[in-house]
T-cell receptor, first 115, second 111 residues
Framework: DAGVIQSPRHEVTEMGQEVTLRCKLISGHNSLFWYRQTMMRGLELLIYFNNNVPIDDSGMPEDRFSAKMPNASFSTLKIQPSEPRDSAVYFC?????????????FGQGTRLTVV | AQSVTQPDIHITVSEGASLELRCNYS??????LFWYVQSPGQGLQLLLK??????LVQGIKGFEAEFKRSQSSFNLRKPSVHWSDAAEYFC?????????FGTGTRLKVLA
């Protein structure tokens, strides 16, 4: 398996533009997490999906952020409009939560810079 | 609330020296504990995990960790550090579906 695949790896955009980050889960996994990593706040959980359904979006900073999971293997995180304070590394991770010992498998991240 | 504390933000060791990274957790029930490593520009890679059984767990790259319930700790160790071990290390506890991460320890290795 190729692991969790994120695209793009790097994104530079101007303030006010829409940004879409993409994530392909590991085949057979049923849970999807979006995290944001910054120096100031570390790793923050933004949203969690289980079986394509959003279970916990309490970490989504504001309405400018939205996430979807149109099928069992793919997810998007959209920021519209983007702001400089959204600059961070965004990770998605997948897991098979039914296993008690399941770990989360992380993608390589998308480094977002909003100028 | 569940939490993970990594008290050391930075650690510097010489190549060949032993290493111990500290992790303390706060969790009511039996915890599921993880150590991840993040190399620059990369995602997090699992080093090892504990969920039951033997309290000393072996991981990849020669790392091991010991679960001590009485101390609420899950410290990561390596007997001899290699220059390629320079990275950031994260301890995490799984609480339900959530993985709660510590703030990380950045390891620097001196030649």
């Amino acid at each position: 398996d190729a692991g969790v695949i994120q695209s793009p790896r790097h994104e530079v955009t101007e303030m006010g533009q829409e940004v879409t980050l993409r994530c392909k889960l590991i085949s057979g996994h049923n849970s999807l997490f979006w995290y944001r990593q910054t120096m100031m706040r570390g790793l923050e959980l933004l949203i969690y999906f289980n079986n394509n359904v959003p279970i916990d979006d309490s970490g989504m900073p504001e309405d400018r952020f939205s996430a979807k999971m149109p099928n069992a293997s793919f997810s998007t995180l959209k920021i519209q409009p983007s702001e400089p304070r959204d600059s961070a590394v965004y990770f998605c991770a997948s897991s098979l939560i039914v296993k008690r010992s399941a770990e989360a498998f992380f993608g390589q991240g998308t480094r977002l810079t909003v100028v | 609330a569940q939490s993970v504390t990594q008290p050391d933000i930075h650690i510097t060791v010489s190549e060949g020296a032993s290493l111990e990274l500290r992790c303390n957790y706060s969790y009511g029930a039996t915890p599921y504990l993880f150590w991840y490593v993040q190399s620059p520009g990369q995602g997090l890679q699992l080093l090892l995990k504990y969920f039951s059984g033997d309290t000393l767990v072996q991981g990849i790259k020669g790392f091991e960790a010991e679960f001590k319930r009485s101390q609420s700790s899950f410290n990561l160790r390596k007997p001899s550090v290699h220059w390629s071990d320079a990275a950031e290390y994260f301890c995490a506890v799984r609480s339900g579906y959530k993985y709660i991460f510590g703030t990380g320890t950045r390891l620097k290795v001196l030649a």
